[in-house]
């Protein structure tokens, strides 16, 4: 009984892993649930299937994203990588960008991420001091926030305008740009694909930022397939 038992076993395991298969070939179209950008916008490291996350500190959105993100950071596959990319369209976003890369450029990126967001998203505090349509850094406030959580806030202030980070604010406006960001937060993939809960797919959707990361393991699915 046992003999006959298993092949039957075996073959419904495989009709159903095929239709599975099936289904998540069609669940997700090019236009409704992500864009195909024109053009693909080079990696950083070829080795490693990149997703990038398109966020503003300032975004509440963003903030209720991150934990989500978290969570599917930590079951990555070894060929994957995350990165974050903070988006400038206003200049009080350059400032937080600045913080980001400032943070970034001290080796204390994993120390600082949760407490700028916090205090931006949460606690509305701006960093940042108005100056006609201009905003200028809170130097003083900036370095408390640092000095709070254990990294030097002199040196912070000091990188805020520094050649370093100046680098960093253009080559990330370059790519979002070319990634043809819309609005916060998105997610692209392979430098090739813009995952955003603007689009008609996901738009509206009551759990938009889950699909928003359902969409991308299917494109980093797409990915590894065509990369063979």
Known sequence: MRAVVAPITLL??????????????????????????????????????????LFWYGCGHCYHFE??????KSD????????????????VMEVHARMFYVADAMGVLDTMHAP????IAQQR????????????????AIAA?????GADGEKA???MNSFAVNSKVKQGMA???????????????????????????LKGKSNGQELMLQVADYLIRKERAERG
């Open 116 to 119: 700028i967001f916090n205090a």
């Open 175 to 201: 790519n979002q740009r070319a990634y043809q960001l819309s609005g916060t937060p998105e997610v692209v993939v392979a430098g090739k694909y813009r995952i955003s809960t603007s689009l008609p797919g």
């Open 67 to 72: 934990p989500l993100l978290n969570r599917w």
């Open 125 to 140: 505090e701006m960093f940042a001091e108005r100056d006609g349509r201009d905003w200028n850094p809170d130097n003083a």
């Open 157 to 159: 202030v000091k990188l």
């Open 145 to 149: 926030l640092f000095n709070k959580h």
């Open 12 to 53: 419904l395991t495989l009709m159903f892993s095929l239709t599975a298969c099936a289904q998540d070939n069609g669940q997700f179209k090019a236009g409704q649930h992500y864009q195909v950008l024109p053009q693909a916008v080079p990696q950083r490291d070829d080795s490693k299937i990149e997703v990038t996350e």
């Open 76 to 91: 990555i596959p070894e060929d994957v990588t995350l990165r974050k990319l903070p988006a400038i369209w206003q200049p």
